[in-house]
């Protein structure tokens, strides 16, 4: 299993940048995905989630800013995000877990993650 982020930079408050994730080396169609990041000196947390068929969980902290879409075709994840403040900068990973009952269970699969700048 092979997970590729990219789509990071640097980007004033207010801005907006669209990560993707690329995965390969399994059935894309049948997984779940989640976007997790990690600031300097803080916890890996959750972003947002993704399953197989489409239903979608985004953390608070994020809802109606940032929006997880897939695209089976391209076995790729996006991460569209608006409207970023500078407390969004962080390094941001792709995920590969279990999405259930509107719940998303993260697995032990990271993608090498891609840095977010964004200035005030």
């Known amino acids: 299993v092979q997970l590729q982020a990219s789509g990071g930079g640097l980007v004033h408050a207010g801005g907006s940048l669209r990560l993707s994730c690329a995965a390969s080396?399994?059935?894309?169609?049948?997984?779940?995905f989640g976007w997790y990041r990690q600031a300097p000196g803080k916890q890996r947390g959750f972003i947002a989630a993704?399953?197989?068929?489409?239903?979608?969980n985004h953390a608070d902290s994020v809802k109606g800013r940032f929006t997880i879409s897939r695209d089976d075709a391209k076995n790729t994840v996006y991460l569209q995000m608006n409207s970023l403040k500078p407390e969004d900068t962080a390094v941001y990973y792709c995920?590969?877990?279990?999405?259930?009952?509107?719940?998303?269970?993260?697995?032990?699969?990271w993608g090498q993650g891609t840095q977010v700048t964004v200035s005030s």
């Open positions: 993704i399953s197989s068929g489409g239903s979608t």
């Open positions: 080396g399994i059935t894309f169609s049948s997984y779940d």
């Open positions: 995920n590969i877990g279990t999405y259930y009952s509107g719940s998303y269970f993260r697995k032990d699969y």
